[in-house]
């Protein structure tokens, strides 16, 4: 087991009489109808036998790419649930089982927990320290204990769903809907979303970052540790900094990558995620007119955007159709949205529409993204809207989508792909779910050295995020020279985690940029500091 682990040192503690066969939540909630588990109180945490992971799990946390690094670590893994109140402002009412796993420390010295989360929101967790453990900041072994929990909701946790929302089909889609057909879904989604949180309406209102920042005290307290260090990614950024201003006395080391952004207002931050991904479109243009001897489509960005406009028109009014498929604005848009790392393909594809055939590689030559296999919709749609505001009101969304259209002509009348964003443009996920009880909790400054991590590029969490909950929170922003989103990790800056985390690497004062370098003829890739990923 290695070090003196504090996730392993109380175990005697708190096992309830009975081992837990599965290590999982309950499902419903409620408290059970007999036996030992019965008098579990909150705070306990019962240790069991870890549940085989499922297929999307191992997917998921590497055991497909790294089967002997992944049985290696599951072997030692931990698991249990800890219960927790259902209402934090209700403690002796309703309870809940969140599914817990420990990976303990392989050091030698006294091991503290460091909390890890993926984001989503409503992504499962409990697996993420045998991800964490088969990558570039494994170096983490060495002095803590990796925690992975399912989040109320989520995973193992009492997955929350709301079939009728998840089913929602919204049809076929125009690329700029009417303010007609997007009403009819709002509309839709809103009588599903509020017949879902009328059949449980204190499951649903609990579903809040808060009270996730208030379950991961209770799992502090439960470890018996002094505090808690942490790791989180996307939302999980804004569980962190949720619970350093709620708890500042028992944060320790924090880490947020790919950063929320610190207001709550869902118009600003579906225009950010806008404003960025036209700003990626302008460096697209200018990336093509430096290459125009290749691609020719144009020498200067601005014959570039005038021909790549007028070949979006063009598929607009005339889609062109093929036997490796349709190509119409839609496709036209998603090449236009190309991703820094995948211009190349986009250009390609581009050339060959403005010569009237059909990219290279059938359908649209561009992969989908599948849904996250280990995402619960509902929870994340709740726990996301929890922490906005000015979601509420189809009027308001529909009328924040024409201002973003019009400050935003290449890309504005598109769906931006971020949580809180409906599968129609004009509207959110946020539609029928009654508002939460108290506001979100403004992020503020606490104890404990905290680093930010923001990918230059990347689009689902700009930037500019990052050094907005800066200016709030203090600490110090790592800028990676990428436009990837939370592979921090698994990316060639990765050495950048654990020496964040063993304190030899303290951040600076400001911003500092990690660029990432990959070594010629299979040699493992290096940060700018050295540091093995």
Request: proline share 8%; glycine share 14%.
């Amino acid at each position: 087991m290695g070090g003196r682990s504090w996730g392993v040192r109380v175990v005697a503690g708190v096992v309830l009489g009975g081992v837990l066969a599965s290590g999982c939540a309950d499902g419903d909630g409620r408290q059970q109808a007999a036996g030992s588990r019965e008098q579990a109180r909150v705070g306990e945490l019962a240790w069991g036998t870890c549940p085989e992971p499922s297929e999307a799990e191992a997917q998921v946390w590497g055991a497909a790419e790294h089967r002997p690094a992944y049985a290696q670590h599951a072997a030692r893994l931990r698991c249990g649930t800890l219960t927790v109140p259902l209402d934090w402002a209700a403690p002796r009412g309703r309870r809940l089982e969140l599914a817990v796993a420990v990976l303990p420390s392989t050091g030698g010295g006294r091991a503290e927990p460091l909390a890890l989360n993926p984001g989503g929101p409503g992504v499962s967790g409990r697996l993420m320290p045998v991800g964490v453990a088969g990558g570039g900041a494994r170096g983490l072994l060495d002095r803590y204990d990796l925690v992975g929990l399912d989040v109320r909701g989520t995973g193992r946790s009492r997955p929350a769903a709301c079939p009728a929302a998840e089913s929602l089909d919204a049809g076929p889609r125009p690329a700029a809907p009417a303010r007609r057909f997007a009403r009819a879904y709002w509309d839709r989604l809103a009588r599903a979303h509020a017949a879902c949180a009328e059949a449980d309406p204190a499951w649903v209102a609990s579903l809040t970052t808060a009270d996730a920042a208030r379950d991961l005290e209770a799992l502090r307290t439960a470890l018996d540790a002094p505090r808690l260090h942490y790791y989180g990614v996307s939302w999980g950024t804004s569980l962190g900094a949720t619970y350093r201003t709620l708890f500042p006395s028992r944060s320790g080391r924090m880490l947020l990558e790919s950063v929320m952004s610190p207001d709550p207002d869902l118009r600003g931050l579906l225009e950010g995620v806008t404003r960025a991904r036209e700003e990626r479109f302008e460096g697209f243009t200018g990336w093509l007119a430096g290459r125009s001897g290749r691609y020719r489509l144009g020498a200067t960005t601005g014959e570039v955007r005038t021909r790549l406009l007028a070949l979006r028109d063009r598929l607009t009014a005339r889609p062109l159709r093929t036997p490796a498929g349709t190509y119409g604005r839609a496709e036209a848009d998603q090449y236009l949205d190309a991703e820094p790392a995948g211009r190349a393909e986009a250009a390609t594809a581009l050339v060959a529409l403005a010569r009237g055939r059909a990219p290279g590689g059938g359908g649209d030559g561009k992969a989908r993204a599948a849904a996250p296999p280990l995402v619960a919709p509902f929870a994340g749609t709740a726990l996301l809207c929890s922490q906005v505001t000015h979601a509420g009101s189809f009027a308001e969304q529909w009328a924040a989508y024409g201002e973003r259209r019009a400050a935003y002509p290449v890309l504005g009348a598109t769906r931006p792909m971020i949580p809180g964003s409906g599968e129609v443009p004009g509207t959110s996920t946020c539609a029928g779910l009654p508002a939460p009880a108290r506001p979100p909790v403004e992020p503020g400054r606490a104890g404990g050295p905290l680093l930010l991590v923001a990918h230059r590029d990347e689009v689902v969490t700009p930037l500019p995020w990052a050094r907005a909950m800066r200016a709030r929170t203090g600490g110090s922003l790592l800028v990676v020279a990428d436009g990837e989103h939370g592979t921090l990790a698994s990316g060639g800056c990765a050495g950048r985690v654990t020496a964040f985390f063993a304190g030899s690497d303290e951040p600076p004062v400001r911003e500092a940029v990690c660029e990432p370098r990959g070594a010629a003829s299979g040699a493992r890739p290096r940060d700018d500091r050295g540091h093995v990923a």
